[in-house]
């Protein structure tokens, strides 16, 4: 009799568990103006796990205070160098590639919306970023489609040679079952660390000087010839 019962509570035990291996796990992130969004969707349970976005409650408490005799300026949320983004172009893919190979069939992205204003500090750089960037794309984007099942994509370039800071905006949503989804991380986690690692090393450097007269010349060009163009 025990041991029926023993049969009994193991049998239901691996059905929930097949259960919760088999229910999808869906993950949305949005990410624009240096905010970020993301939030966790399993069954009919939807988890936030990061916001920007502040609560009502804790604006009005703010107001409430007096102000500070000497405020510090809030500092620009800090964005990707040049060095860094040639370093994630050269090295993330790899992981990712190599980890999808296996398990990629089990994982579906609906929507895959990407827009990129890329710009440096030195034109001539966003010039070659655009170009790395457009090859980095027409290669990687063919093989994450056969890897992959990508049902809406948006992905674009923007080269702006009188900005100095790349900006995203992003909208992408990843789906996978748990099982398929304890696999990838088991196979990406050594390269992310590798790569997390690399990326921090190659934080940001203050511009160089002639990085800065460039870009001002190529706007000063920039809005002469469309002032001559007007003119004419």
């Known amino acids: 009799m025990v041991g029926k019962i023993l049969l009994v509570v193991l049998f239901v035990i691996l059905a929930l568990l097949v259960t919760v ?6 993950v949305r992130v949005t990410y624009e103006h240096g905010e970020i969004n993301a939030v966790l969707k ?3 349970f939807t988890i936030p796990l990061a916001s920007s976005e502040k609560n009502d409650g804790e604006e009005t408490k703010k107001e409430d205070k007096p102000p500070k005799a000497e405020k510090e300026e809030k500092k620009p949320s800090k964005k990707p160098t040049w060095e860094q983004i040639q370093y994630t172009l050269d090295t993330l893919p790899k992981v990712i590639l190599k980890a999808l190979k296996r398990t ?21 750089d966003t010039a070659v970023l655009y170009g790395k960037l457009e090859g980095f794309l027409a ?3 063919p093989m994450l489609h056969r890897t992959v099942r990508i049902r809406e994509q948006d992905i674009q370039l923007f080269p702006d040679f009188c900005e100095d800071r ?3 905006l992003v909208d992408a949503g990843v789906g996978v079952r748990p099982g ?6 088991l196979l990406t ?43 004419s």
């Open 139 to 141: 290669a990687f984007l």
């Open 189 to 231: 986690a050594g390269g992310m660390i590798k790569w997390y690692i690399g990326f921090r090393r190659r934080a940001e450097k203050t511009p160089a000087a002639d990085g800065e007269k460039k870009q001002t010349t190529a706007c000063a060009d920039t809005a002469a010839s469309a002032e001559s163009e007007r003119s």
């Open 42 to 44: 399993y069954a009919r």
């Open 104 to 124: 990629g069939r089990r994982i579906w992205i609906d929507p895959l919306k990407v827009h990129v204003l890329v710009a440096t500090a030195d034109p001539a």
């Open 21 to 26: 291996l088999l229910i999808p796990v869906y």
């Open 180 to 185: 398929g989804l304890l696999a990838v991380l």
């Open 166 to 168: 790349m900006d995203f």
